[in-house]
Structure formats: C-alpha cells, structure tokens
C-alpha cells in the first residue's frame, strides 16, 4: 500500500483525501487482518471477569490481585475467551462477580457465575482459605467456574510455597505500582524488598521487585534515594535471581528479557533469540508472542511481527492490549484499514485503553477521517498520565492544521513545548516533539528534538523513524538520514 507523503503546512483535507481515495481497498477477514482468511475455530464460551469487592477498603489491594489472577488463571486454561472487565456485558456469555473479606489471618472469597442473556446464576462458591494458601485461591476459583460449565482447561501448576508475609507484600506493591503516583511506587519499592527480606528464596518476590524497580526506571518517578539508572541495574539484578530460581516458568523469564532490552536498547538480536526459546517450551503463551512481535517489528521485519502479532491475538482475541498491538503492526506497514478494523475491536474490549485510542487517532489522520482522528486523540489526552506516555501525543496539530487553523496548531505545540523543553524525553516525547514541530514547519527546533533522545540506535527510536508515514517528508533531509542507523 503506498504511503501517505509528509503533510506540510499548507496541505489542506482535500489533497490528503485524494491521496489517500487512490488508494486500493484491500480486502479483509472478518478479524480485520488481509485476505487471505484462516479457518475459523470453534467458538469457546466468552467468560467476563468484574473486580472483586473488598467488603473493607483497607484490602482493596487483595481483592484486586485475585481479581487479576482469577482472570490469568482462565487464559491459562484455553478453554474460555477472557472477555475484559470493561467491555460492555453483551460480549460475554458469562460474567463472574464476587466479594472478598478477611478473615482472622486468611480470606473468605464468595463468588458466582451468571449466564448473561438469562441472568440464571449457573455456578456460586463460598472459598475460605488461610494466608499460606492464599496463592492457591485463583486457580481454585477458576478450575471450579470451568467445572461448572461443563469445561475442563489445561492443568494450572500447583502454587509455589510462599511465605504468608511475601504473598502479602507482593501483592500490595502490585496494587500500589497501578497507582502510578510518586509516593505509592515508593511505597511499592519498599514492601517488595520487604517480601524478598522475609523469603530470598521466593521468585515470585524477586521478579515482583524487579517488576517494580523497571516500571520506575521507565517512568522515572522520583523516590528518594534512588536513581532512575540505579533502579534499572537492581531490576536486572533481581530479574536475573527470579530466573535462577525459576528458570521454567516462562512469564518470568520473559520479564527478564524485557529488563535487559532496556540495559541494551540498541540490538534485538539476543532477545528475538530468547523470545523464540521460551516459545518453543509455551507455544501457548500470548505475552511471549507479543513480545517477539514487537522484537521483530523493531528490526524492520514486518511480515514476521504482524504474524507473530496475530499469533497473540489468536490466543487472547477479547484482549485489548493484544489487538491494539497488532494494529500497530499494520499501521508501521500502511495497512491502515486493517489497522482500524482492529482497534475498533480494541476500544470494545477496553474503552479506557489509552494506546488504543492513540493508535486510532493516528490512523484515522492517515485514513482522512479528521473528526474520528481528533475524537480519538481527545480521548488519548483524557486517558493520559503524562505527556511522554502517548506516541504522537501532537498529532492533533495536524488536525488543526489540516482544518485550515495554523494559530491553533502552532499554538498547541508551542504549549506542548514549552512544558517539555527541560525535561529528558521519553523516546515518544521526543518522537512526537519532532513531528509536532514539523507541522508547524520548525524544522530546525524538530531536529533539535530527534537528536535529545539517547542512545540514538535505541531500536524502538529507530523504528518510529523508519515506519512512522509523519516521517515521510523528510526522509531525504541530510540531517534525517544522519538520524537513522545503518
């Protein structure tokens, strides 16, 4: 599919719809990807998880891991569609729901199962268990919910012994890293090394300590006494002792892979290589095909990542994470119809998926869709935590722009910049800093932005560049081509 050129400034919506009107609608699967179309597979019932309520906030943080691990455990079976918690009940055959509460020094959990266009309730449970076996409750929960359908899913291995503490804290920090906010990932920071102190032995507390030390380094939140550079090496570390002690569980090993690809940002080679290697032992694993994908898409092979991609959604179809990143796939390779077919399904199974919405903003610009584009990035922007989290958080200025308001979109990205010229950009920061200027035509202050991100070879970087179509216009430019690895 050919790409669209690099708008410029005085590039108005009907140039664009021409451009993009000569291009030939490909046809689609009813998935949203390219023809040719695979044999369907047989329906598996569609099971939607809601939160767990806590019957007391103080153990909000419990009731939400084992709402969490209720939903892994019915990926982990195969024998049901995880239907997210906030697409619209109508997707699902099933909805489970359920309290929690404490009890002495263990928990009580009540749940049940309805059919959803009945509302019969097919299946309750009433599940006390102590603090020791607290790690045994999700997998419990859900093996009885399959049973009660008639279902029986691929045997969940028996949970690791745990000290009652560790359990406690993991599962604290876990809730207090979806917080997001400074004082709750120092908080966070603290109970995991707490869980490690009270069980070295427990890898489940050395990858949730190093879970919590990467999620700082990459978001660069201030905690006292710690750099964003000193928490990436103690998230190696601890990564690397998760592995050791347990070297077969896949999803820690794949943590361990995504620590060192940002040690080692500029080469994908050794990751593609591990990606590939835990594969070969859990074929059935989404994450890791998802995490291949994004490997390969990194170095430019697009044919592989988008099957790879595909491989994820496959397993997780009802999963917005999963959708939105093969979306990426087909929007880094112009295919943008198949890209939008597919965040459509990404913004059902998870209306609040900020990447979705940004993703599909994007691609509706280059689709000429200007009132779909800025309803998508309003949303983004209202969906967002910081300016560094959204690829092409200024791509709303080309709205602008395209719409014939030039003060406007100079207005919005002088804003943007002026918030962000002292700050250490992110590498979509800088990204969308550099394409937010090129709208404007500030083309010297956009290159001043390309050349803040380091290290310049960083793969993600280097695959914006090379696939991003806002890119399209410059890649001539002499000082574009110095951007670009060999």
Known sequence: MAAVPHLQPGLRLAALAALLAARAAAAQCPDGTPAP???????LPRIQVLALQSEDTAYAYLASALTEDLAGALVASHAVVLVG????AVAADYVVGGRVRREGDGVVVRCRMERRRTGRVVWTTLLSRTARDLPSVAPALAADALRAIGLQGAPVPPPAETNPGTYDRITRARYLVSRRTEPAMARAITVSREAVALDSTSALAWAGLAHVLERESLWRLRVPG?????ALALALAAAERAVELAPDDPDVRLFRVQVGQQVEPTDRSASIRADREIL?????????WQQLAMNLLETGDHEQAVAAFARAVALEPENAERLTFLAIGYFESRQYDSAAALLRRAEAADPTYMLARAIGGQVALWRGRLEEAQAAFEAADRLLLSAGDRPGFLEEARVLLLRGDSTGARAYVAAAAAAADTVRPSVHLALAMADGLLVVGDTTRAFWWFGRYQPRRDAHFQMHLRDEPAFDGIRRDPRFLALVAP
């Not at 179309?37 to 329906?43: E, F, I, L, Q």
């Not at 710690?226 to 000193?230: G, M, Q, R």
């Not at 070969?280 to 890791?288: I, M, S």
């Open 226 to 230: 710690l750099s964003p550079d000193s």
């Open 37 to 43: 179309c695979g044999a369907v597979s047989p329906a």
């Open 85 to 88: 918690p906030r697409a619209t």
């Open 280 to 288: 070969a032992a859990a074929p059935l694993n989404a994450a890791a």
